[in-house]
């Protein structure tokens, strides 16, 4: 009698289809019977409130304190230009003439006038004390004379106007003619800016305007000279809006000791208020996620050892600190470390929880650091 014997092959397919069937079951055993999620370590600071001034961030161009258009008197064609954009001049230079040749007769002939009418008065008045003529000639010929004089005076002040002489120490800032050019009496030939004063013209938003006074410090920077800044002072504040843009202007007076410093450079300011205000401060590394003025961050409750998300908005940023204007508020709980890991209602465990009094020393550590505070004008 012949005994079925099942071949290798037929084994091993069977030993295997076992295998298979036993560890699916035990998945599914396992995923039948969940773990509780792990608490994920964190660590948290408070959020705290000082009384400090968010500095001002705007950007400017460099400016003269004080410039002028300088002109002819009168008429004519420009004989000679002797200065150009840029260069510096001293009180009571010469910049410019105009061809003298019609000014000069004039003023000549006005000469000749007032030379006749002089004589025409002497004699007048020998004439009248010898009762030869009336007094009312003789008053005639005294007021030919003084009209005489006016019109000399006027033409001698014209001729001495056919020239452009600088009117205080400074620097040409723009030369509208050139030599040969025939232009009219007050046209623009020539634009100074006095160098004694400079100052830096910026804008500010409505919101920003309302915390500067004059007489706030500012520290100003330019990238003709990234490694140093200059000192200026808040000299004066806009009352109304630029029609055009809606800002408001501010001018900032800046030192120039060494004159190195020249029209239209533009320049990064940062202006101090001298008015305090209740800023919202929180660790830079507590930010999650930022959109513009908008952020998030990872609130800690210690009642439940959960974090919820909270969004925030943003009031300035800085190196140490982040300046928040509405969404968190004093003595609560934020995550600085492990946020990454962490979403909407997660366990955790905080390490090294900080005392009550860690509130109190970042406090006092903000104003230490608020110069390093800087505002997010996007």
Do not use: W
Not at 247 to 252: A, K, L, R, T
């Amino acid at each position: 009698m012949n005994h079925y014997r099942p071949s290798r092959h037929f084994l091993i397919s069977f030993g295997t289809a076992i295998l298979f069937v036993v560890t699916t079951i035990g998945c599914a055993s396992k995923a039948q019977t969940p773990t509780p999620a792990e608490a994920t370590p964190i660590r948290v600071e408070p959020v705290v409130e000082s009384e400090n001034a968010l500095p001002i961030l705007t950007v400017g161009a460099l400016e003269p304190a004080n410039s002028a258009k300088l002109s002819f008197k009168i008429g004519g064609p420009i004989a000679k230009l002797y200065v150009d954009e840029g260069d510096r001049v001293r009180q009571g230079q010469l910049l410019a003439v105009l061809a003298t040749d019609e000014i000069d007769a004039a003023v000549r002939q006005t000469q000749a006038a007032l030379d006749k009418a002089q004589r025409d008065a002497d004699r007048m008045a020998r004439l009248y004390r010898d009762s030869v003529v009336t007094l009312a000639q003789f008053q005639d010929s005294e007021t030919a004379l003084d009209v005489a004089a006016a019109t000399h005076e006027t033409t001698s002040f014209n001729r001495r106007y056919a020239q452009i002489v600088a009117p205080s120490a400074g620097r040409i800032l723009h030369r509208h003619a050139e030599p040969g050019e025939l232009v009219s009496p007050g046209s623009s030939i020539l634009e100074i800016g006095f160098t004694a004063r400079q100052l830096v013209r910026a804008s500010l938003t409505d919101r920003d305007i309302v915390r500067v006074r004059t007489g706030d410090s500012a520290t100003i920077s330019f990238d003709a000279f990234p490694a140093q800044s200059f000192e200026g002072r808040v000299i004066r504040t806009g009352e109304a809006a630029n029609q055009r843009t809606g800002s408001f202007d501010v001018e900032i007076a800046v030192l120039n000791p060494d004159k190195r410093l020249r029209s239209g450079f533009i320049a990064r300011i940062e202006i101090a208020p001298s008015n305090s205000e209740t800023l919202t401060i929180v660790h830079p590394q507590a930010l999650v996620r930022a959109e513009g003025l908008s952020g998030t961050v990872f609130v800690f409750d210690q009642s439940s050892n959960t974090v919820r998300e909270r969004e925030i908005v943003i009031a300035g940023l800085g190196s140490e600190q982040i300046v928040v204007s509405r969404g968190l508020s004093a003595g609560e709980l934020i995550v600085t470390e492990g946020a990454p890991y962490l979403t909407d209602g997660s366990r955790v465990i905080a390490i090294d929880q900080p005392p009550s009094s860690a509130s109190e020393e970042m406090q006092q550590s903000v104003g230490d650091e608020s110069s390093q505070i800087r505002e997010d004008n996007s």
